[in-house]
């Protein structure tokens, strides 16, 4: 059975994350209000960080690294009512985006490269 995660929005501050996650705000508080999703401020980075911790297990280390990039490239993309993503969706961007990490660490940027 995949694992998938919804959101719905059902007025003005008034949404609801289906499969229940923890917002992670022992992690980094961004919003104690809550999730958000559809643009790039702290409730949808907080959602972002619940996501990947959620996705990848629990592992913190992991969901640091990728959370705010997760957001950039799903959560603030998403339509402002609804939204629905799967697990393996969701571990498919986040290996993409430690992949993209690691080549970043690796080639230095071009401008270092001109004698």
């Known amino acids: 059975m995949s694992i998938y995660y919804e959101g719905h929005r059902h007025g003005v501050g008034e949404s609801t994350v289906r499969r229940t996650i923890d917002p992670r705000n022992d992690v980094i508080n961004h ?64 290996e993409d985006i430690e992949r993209e990490q690691r080549i970043e660490h690796v080639i230095p940027p071009t401008e270092d490269l001109d004698d």
């Open 31 to 94: 919003s104690p209000n809550g999730f958000e999703w559809g643009y790039g401020g702290s409730g949808p980075a907080q959602l972002a960080l619940a996501l990947s911790c959620d996705a990848l297990d629990g592992d913190v280390r992991r969901a640091r690294r990728v959370y705010q990039d997760l957001k950039w490239r799903l959560v603030s993309r998403w339509d402002q009512d609804h939204w629905m993503v799967t697990r393996d969706e969701l571990l498919a961007v986040i």
